[in-house]
C-alpha cells in the first residue's frame, strides 16, 4: 500500500490491472491452455521490471534504461515462444523459432554498438513490434481462415492476441517518436510516454477477457 501511495495515478492504475490480471490467469491456470503459463510469466516479468525500475528512481538511480535493454528480449522470447505453440503453420512455426535467437543477438549488438544501456532502446522496439505485429496478424488470418473456432468472442486466444496487438501498434507509434521529442521537446515526449499508459491499461484489460472466456465457458 506504501509503494502504491508513492506513485502517480497512471501507475496506479497501471498496477492495479496488472496485479489484476495476474490473478485471472493463475485462478484460470487450472484450465491446463498452453497460453495460461506464458501469459502469467509475460505479465510476471512487466511486473518485476516495473517495480525494479521504480525502485532504482526512488534510490536516486538516474538512468535505469539499462533494465528496458534486458527487459526487451526476454519480452521478445515469452511472446514469440506463445505464438510458437498458437499457430499451426509448421513454416510459421520454424520461422518464429528461428526469430528469437536472431533477435536475441539482434538486441544485444544494437546494446553494444548502437543504442546503448544508457539510452532508450526505442531501435530495437520498433523491430520487436514489428515482429510481434506480424505473428499476431498471421496468427489471427490463420484463425479466421482455418476457422479452428465457432464462438471466436469465446475462444481466450482471440483476446490475448488482439490485446498484444493494440499494445505493440501503440508501442510502434510511441516508440518511434520518443527519442526523436525527447531532443526536441521534453515536455511533448512526457505526454507521448504517457499516451503509451493507454495501451499497457487496454492490453491489461483484454488479457483479463481472455482469462475469464477460459474460465466462463468450457469448450472454445
Not at 47 to 57: G, Y
Not at 73 to 102: D, H, M, Q, W
Request: glycine content about 4%; proline content about 2%.
Amino acid at each position: 500500500m506504501i509503494f502504491l501511495m508513492s506513485m502517480n495515478i497512471p501507475d496506479i492504475i497501471f498496477f492495479i490491472l496488472l496485479l489484476a490480471a495476474i490473478i485471472f490467469y493463475i485462478i484460470a491456470a487450472g484450465k491446463k491452455k498452453y497460453f495460461g503459463s506464458t501469459i502469467i510469466a509475460y505479465l510476471l516479468l512487466i511486473l518485476v521490471t516495473s517495480i525494479v525500475a521504480i525502485c532504482l528512481m526512488k534510490a536516486g538511480v538516474r538512468n535505469n534504461l539499462f533494465l528496458f535493454h534486458i527487459y526487451t528480449p526476454i519480452e521478445y522470447t515469452i511472446l514469440g515462444l506463445l505464438y510458437r505453440n498458437a499457430v499451426a503453420g509448421t513454416l510459421l512455426k520454424k520461422i518464429i523459432t528461428t526469430s528469437i535467437p536472431f533477435f536475441i543477438v539482434l538486441s544485444i549488438v544494437f546494446s553494444a554498438f548502437v543504442q546503448k544501456t544508457d539510452e532508450n532502446n526505442s531501435f530495437t522496439t520498433i523491430i520487436e513490434s514489428l515482429l510481434i505485429l506480424s505473428w499476431s496478424l498471421f496468427y489471427l488470418r490463420e484463425v479466421l481462415l482455418l476457422q479452428q473456432v465457432t464462438h471466436l468472442h469465446r475462444f481466450p486466444m482471440f483476446w490475448i492476441c488482439v490485446g498484444i496487438l493494440f499494445y505493440f501498434t501503440g508501442s510502434l507509434i510511441t516508440e518511434g517518436m520518443l527519442n526523436y521529442l525527447i531532443k526536441h521537446s521534453l515536455p511533448l515526449a512526457r505526454r507521448m510516454y504517457n499516451i503509451g499508459y493507454i495501451f499497457k491499461y487496454l492490453l491489461f484489460i483484454l488479457l483479463m477477457i481472455g482469462a475469464w472466456c477460459q474460465i466462463a465457458f468450457k469448450a472454445t
